[in-house]
């Protein structure tokens, strides 16, 4: 999870991720599956700012 974050075009909150992290555990998920997971919520999390900065 820390080299995710180091990496994230976010500055995302290590609680966050964590709770994904553990959402995704629960779930069975492998190590891959969670970052994937991460991936896919910066992707939501960068599509709602696009439009915010395209209204500016």
């Known amino acids: 999870m820390r080299a995710w974050l180091s ?3 976010l500055p ?3 609680v966050s991720c964590l709770r994904i992290w553990q ?3 629960a779930r069975g998920a ?3 599956q969670i970052l994937a997971a991460l991936d896919r919520a ?3 999390a960068l599509a ?3 439009p915010a ?3 500016a």
């Open 7 to 9: 990496r994230a075009a």
């Open 12 to 14: 995302w909150s290590p």
């Open 23 to 25: 959402r995704q555990r």
């Open 30 to 32: 492998t190590i891959d």
């Open 42 to 44: 910066e992707a939501r």
């Open 48 to 50: 709602r700012e696009v």
């Open 53 to 55: 900065e395209r209204a």
